[in-house]
């Protein structure tokens, strides 16, 4: 970083990222020879000492033992980066402790100052750096036509869109991609069976054949399980598809615009938008992309397959099948390739169950091996693994009857058993309210319950403990919120003149707390995004919503001297509140 950069950096982007640049510069400037080592701020462990702290220089006294700049212990590192600490404006006072523990109080005149822009000028204040201009290919949903959507598809869909979301909030150029499923040996079958039902043949048949693609997918593949000559036909089918046959292909149309309407309701349930760029796209890039891999000894012939191996890997990537066909592992190598290429991604981000990361592991490898991915590092690659959902026993999700869960109607479910909760909480509200609110905490409820974990571990799906109005749930963060918005609905005032006319001022104890936590928000976006962890912004915003209930409970807002300030605050949390429910794609009410 240039001089300038570096001190701009100080003023823009998460509180911890300011931080860090703060010590950054004061690192560089004390330690020449230990220069471009990071500076590391993390939210201090207990908030009597601090709100933030900086722990480098024990590591850092360990690292210069010996060289002439050396100072004698930690301590006396810590005291040398707190000499050479840039003015910010953002620090009250700092401390030491131990063996040379930094520790940070920020400033509550900074806070109120921030939080008095951003209700003038939007929250552009805390969006954290080093996102904006990025170019990120986010792949999530990706279910298989005809085939069974699962709730596993359900999780990639809710983690990917909040993922893409937060992205896009934080400045970066965002292309959903919905990889689809949609070619392969299983069309064979299907196709097979529709032209076998209508003995006037494939031309006749219509939309009421795929009318529903799960009976159809069962039936056909009984048939192909139980009958050899029947999977001799449906493999023929396969190459006729393959090789162009119109009438293959309008019924392999058909099937596919059949799968497309299931999905999207599902889609407009959970408000999720998605370019749908499937497996067939990267169809004609295949053997282009073998023939590449060979001739430049990328890939080799193994057994008769033609194998990428990659160091350290148990198993090649096979790019191409011994009978020559193309498979799961081929395609993600063309749509790697074309990702960065074509569509000059720097960053690409897979959503898949945790399953997968062999695959995504082996396709990196290979990448990487292609030089598809630069060696220089300049293109960020991740698979954003996640756990499975269990019933409420603790087994395989499954439907009462047993069967496959269809998803949309467990969003449904989850919005009919809200529903009562809306009529008796709100006995005056219109049939458009109640409608509204339930499918708001309804869908909300889902997502919020597979975001709030870490994404890898397993969780249980129980509509209760979703639907509860207490603890970490959509549901009592969406009355919080409403909650908030009636204060400052009873104030009377408009709070944009609110805004132009007075500013926050952080006096008591518990303001000072919930101003520290509406700015800790570019924290929480920061976190949530370097590591790809949606449950950061859950669980910030259960922090947030405890904090302004603190506040609340001491502090008058209403009707108060500070009243015009604390309004200003009280509005702020609902800002922060909505922006997150936003990256959680969770509607927002303003009355329950
Ligand atoms: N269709 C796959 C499945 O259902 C997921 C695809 C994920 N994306 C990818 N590029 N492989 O398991």
């Not at 890997?313 to 993600?332: M, R």
């Not at 909505?578 to 794609?585: A, E, K, N, S, Y």
Request: charged share 25%; proline share 4%; aromatic share 8%.
């Amino acid at each position: 970083l240039s001089a300038a950069a570096a001190a701009d950096a100080i003023h823009a982007g998460s509180i911890k990222q300011r931080l860090a640049a703060a010590f950054q510069q004061s690192l560089d400037a004390a330690f020449p020879s230990m220069a471009g080592e990071p500076a590391i701020v993390v939210p201090c462990g207990n908030p009597k000492f601090g709100d933030y702290q900086c722990n480098n220089a024990m590591a850092l006294h360990g690292k210069m033992k010996g060289k002439p700049d050396a100072p004698k212990n930690p301590r006396a590192v810590a005291e040398a980066l707190l000499a050479n600490l840039p003015e910010t404006g953002m620090v009250a006072e700092t401390s030491l402790a131990g063996p040379g523990f930094i520790n940070i109080r920020i400033s509550p005149e900074w806070l109120a100052q921030h939080i008095t822009s951003m209700m003038r000028d939007g929250i552009s204040t805390w969006v954290p750096a080093g996102y904006a201009g990025r170019r990120v290919v986010v792949d999530f949903s990706s279910p298989n036509v005809a085939k069974e959507m699962h709730v596993g598809h359900l999780r990639s869909t809710i983690i990917g869109d909040t993922i893409a979301r937060t992205l896009e909030f934080a400045g970066a150029d965002v292309k959903r991609l919905n990889h689809i499923g949609d070619w392969g040996t299983q069309f064979g079958m299907l196709i097979q069976y529709i032209a076998e039902k209508r003995p006037e043949g494939l031309n006749a048949a219509s939309d009421e054949d795929v009318a529903d693609l799960q009976v159809l997918y069962r039936a056909a593949k009984l048939r192909f399980d139980e009958e050899e000559d029947f999977k001799t036909r449906a493999r023929e089918a396969v190459t006729e598809l393959q090789g162009g046959r119109p009438e293959y292909l309008q019924a392999w149309q058909r099937i596919c615009d059949a799968s497309r309407r299931e999905f999207q309701k599902l889609y407009d349930r959970l408000d999720v938008t998605l370019e749908e760029r499937g497996e067939s796209f990267y169809n004609p890039m295949l053997k282009p992309v073998v023939d590449d891999l060979m001739e430049r000894g990328v890939a080799e012939l193994s057994d008769g397959a033609k194998c990428v191996f990659v160091e350290g890997g148990q198993n090649p990537l096979i790019v191409q099948k011994t009978d020559g066909g193309f498979g799961y592992a081929s395609t993600d190598m063309a749509a790697i390739k074309h990702r960065i290429h074509e569509e000059k991604a720097d960053w690409i981000i897979y959503v898949t169950d945790a399953g997968q990361a062999p695959h995504f592991d082996l396709v990196f490898a290979g990448a990487a091996k292609a030089g598809y991915l630069p060696a220089d590092r300049t293109v960020r690659i991740d698979h954003v693994g996640f756990g499975l959902v269990l019933g409420e026993d603790g087994k395989k999700f499954k439907s009462r009857s047993g069967d496959v869960v269809r998803l949309v109607e467990l969003l449904d479910e989850a919005k009919k058993r809200i529903t009562a909760t809306v009529k008796e909480r709100r006995p005056d509200a219109t049939d458009e309210e109640v409608e509204e609110a339930a499918a708001a905490m309804g869908y909300g409820a889902v997502k919020y319950a597979d975001l709030k974990n870490h994404r890898t571990t397993n969780y249980r799906f129980s509509y209760d403990d979703m639907l509860s109005q207490q603890g970490n749930t959509a549901v009592y963060q969406l009355y919080a919120h409403a909650r908030i918005a009636s204060i400052v609905r009873k104030s009377g005032r408009d709070m944009a003149q609110v805004a132009a006319s007075s500013s926050v001022v952080l006096g008591h104890e518990k303001e000072v707390a919930l101003g520290l936590q509406i700015a800790r928000f570019s924290d929480a976006v920061d976190d949530a995004l370097s590591e790809l962890l949606p449950h950061r912004l859950t669980e910030y915003l259960y922090d947030l919503s405890a904090a302004f209930n603190q506040f609340y409970v001491e502090c008058q807002v209403n009707g108060s001297p500070e009243e015009d300030s604390r309004l200003l605050l009280s509005e702020a949390t609902a800002l922060i509140m909505r922006t997150c429910f936003q990256l959680l794609g969770i509607r927002v009410l303003y009355r329950i």
